[in-house]
Nanobody, 117 residues
Framework: DVQLVESGGGLVQPGGSLRLSCATS????????MSWVRQIPGKERERVAA???????SYANSVKGRFSISRDNTKNMVYLQMNRLKVEDTALYYC????????????WGQGTQVTVS
């Protein structure tokens, strides 16, 4: 079975940092497009960062320059380094899998809460 388990969320002060991790199993991430998507209550989900199978990253404008996505295909792990956090970054952060850029998300994790206050 495919599983994605996020960790690393928590409470942090504005300006602080957190590193989210996504542990995957049941498939090899090396061929997939991996994303971090956040959900703020009352708002639509936002893809904040993604990384393609070649390691090329992309970011939402709201986090560009502050967040960094990476992947370790040997460990089937995906990471999101979040620096200079803002109150508006408070959200539930999900790890997500797509077949390719622009395709729909096929697997989701359960999410990890990030609260900046």
């Amino acid at each position: 079975d495919v599983q994605l388990v996020e960790s690393g969320g928590g409470l942090v002060q504005p300006g602080g940092s957190l590193r989210l991790s996504c542990a995957t199993s049941g498939f090899a991430i090396s061929s997939y497009y991996m994303s971090w998507v956040r959900q703020i209550p009352g708002k639509e989900r936002e893809r904040v960062a993604a990384i393609d199978s070649d390691g090329g990253p992309s970011y939402a404008n709201s986090v560009k320059g502050r967040f960094s996505i990476s992947r370790d295909n040997t460990k089937n792990m995906v990471y999101l380094q979040m620096n200079r956090l803002k109150v508006e970054d408070t959200a539930l952060y999900y790890c997500a899998v797509s077949d390719s850029v622009g395709s729909e998300i096929i697997y989701w994790g359960q999410g990890t809460q990030v609260t900046v206050s």
